[in-house]
């Protein structure tokens, strides 16, 4: 047997335990999705580096693992004081908190809320549902796209959900926390719902971190839909342990005169793949994709993403950036996809990178695919070092040469930072920068 | 206060300055001349570091110290400052918090107090007045999108925040209409002090008729081929850079 299936028929076995354990909830509608997927997971091939889509990302140190999942009730459960430090300073927010996947109602607090908003667990919500919920799973999803995305769906138990009605606004931000506890070869499969109604609006913060650092593998998947003229901000924040894995989907749909931003920002895992798909399904819909990836060492940071024209009058913008060092890669993949139909779309990609070591690499790849004639789409890839002019003039005015590399580090990510709207999590962010530039000087 | 002796230098194994001596006293204003390729420039960054350079021989005394043994940041906050001919553009660095990072290091260098955000909004609201510059320009980012005029202003705003004791300007007047440069010249003059020296470093005569020297060099292929008041520079907008060559190669 080879390692990948190998490896396939663990996850098989781990689906038996997990269905197991799930008594009643399989009576559900949602179990027939996970049956669907685990059949689909069954019949798919691990990514590999022949798949075009998968070929600068070798994902095959997370196949060498066996992860299994953490026991629900754990005497090691972190308190409130262990995941202070994940907590954006003075930020009022309603906040969310799962440890190693599992929702956790002591560290979770959410402000109050209108009766008819929901605001929590998907696990807790579904025990309730009797399909209101679980119609909204998998609704945008191929479950084709790859193993790892079938995986997710097949174990599709826990995460956040989040349910916005028609003309609702939330005022606070929702702090959605994974925290992994960094042990030992276990896995979280975060499967996240955010659904807005009509003119509504809501504001969150996806965020993944760990406790210690160690070998674990987040899988991830969050599917958004987007309502009429309704606005959804997301911010992600992957700070995962330097050894671990985390891949993940974040699927959107917007609505006509919807806006969905989403704002990414990385530092963590050994290897990281985000796959980032958006639909603009009504007119007037319009996205804005933004992303900071920062690497070292033997780091792998790839983000795949998709905007989807599928109807006129939308507008889309992309911008992500990269800082590499080390002997660490990335890869940026943006594909915008105009249907036949969607006229009047204005479109922009960038994606800029800057090296500071001679051994880290980046593939960056735009891809456009345009099906109607009415169009302005540009897009742009830069692959540079720190310019040794800028350098000299901040060294002339006696700002010395460390000071003056991270001057201009803050400065090429400031422009994707500054459109995070919570300042908590913008300084947080910055102090992560400045501390990641500022070690070794 | 400034030594330069026989002073060599290249860039990419080519060599532009070949022995350059001059000696800059406090109070002084030195103009140096030449046409392109002549080694002004080199000369202005080689004083300011620019590592591109290399010295391969000569020395140069600063203040009783060796200039060329410290790093770039170090000659700026020990007092020596270099106004760009092409100030570079510094996206998504704020003018304002770029200067007071600058002034502080001078201050630190020094042991002498940081100047808090207050203070030093308050005495950049003064230095402006200098360079006539609309303080909208202070919170944008440094350079980005300046005219040309705007970026020179910029420089000599840095020099007046800065209060170097030698300041080099290096072809400041390049590029600039007649009202940009009486602003620059301007500003200049009203820095230059009994306690600092300013090495001018143009192509044209224009600019010393509003920033007047006391010395003129001209300097032909790396080397200085001739000195003299300011009366040398009038001669030289009559007579040319072929007259000073001539001359050079006559006196051999």
Redesign the interface.
Known sequence: MSETSKIREWYLSLFKDFENRLNGERSKPLHKIRRSAIDRFAELDFPNLHQEEWRFTDISPILEHSFSYAARRDDKAPSAKDVSRFMFGGMRSHTIVFVNGFYSAALSKCLQLPGNLAIGSLAEAMKTDDGQISGHISKQLDLGTDAFTALNTAFTLDGAYINVPDGAVVEDPVHILFISTGDEKLISQPRNLVITGDNSQVRFIEHYASLRTGVYFTNSVTEIEVGRNSMVDAVKVQSESAEAYHVASTVSSIGADGNYESHAVSNGARIYRHNIDVRLNGEGGNTTLEGLYLTLGEQLSDTHSLIDHAAPHCTSGEHYKGILDGKSRAVFNGKIMVRKGAQKTNSYQENRNIILSSEAKVDTKPQLEIFADDVKCSHGATVGQL????M??????????E??KL??I???A??VLKNIREDAVRSELEYVLSTRFLKGM | MLEIRNLHASIEAKEILRGIDLKVNVGEVHAIMGPNGSGKSTLANVL?????YQVTAGEVIYEGKDLLAM???I???EGV??A?QY??E????NNTT?LR???N??HK?RNQPEVSAGAFLAMLKKKIQLVEMPDTLLNR?VNEGFSGGEKKRNEIL?MAV?EPRLAILDETDSGLDIDALRIVAGGVNKLRSKDNAIIVVTHYQRLLNYIVPDFVHVLYNGKIVKSGDKELALELEERGYDWAKDEEVAAR
């Open positions: 310019s040794g002019e800028s000299f003039y901040l060294r002339s005015r006696g700002i010395g040469e000071q003056a001057i201009l803050y400065a090429f400031s422009d | 300011a570091g620019r590592p591109e790093a770039p940041e000659r700026a906050r400052f270099l760009f100030p570079v510094l996206p998504g660095v770029f990072a600058a002034l290091e001078a260098h980012a840095q800065l």
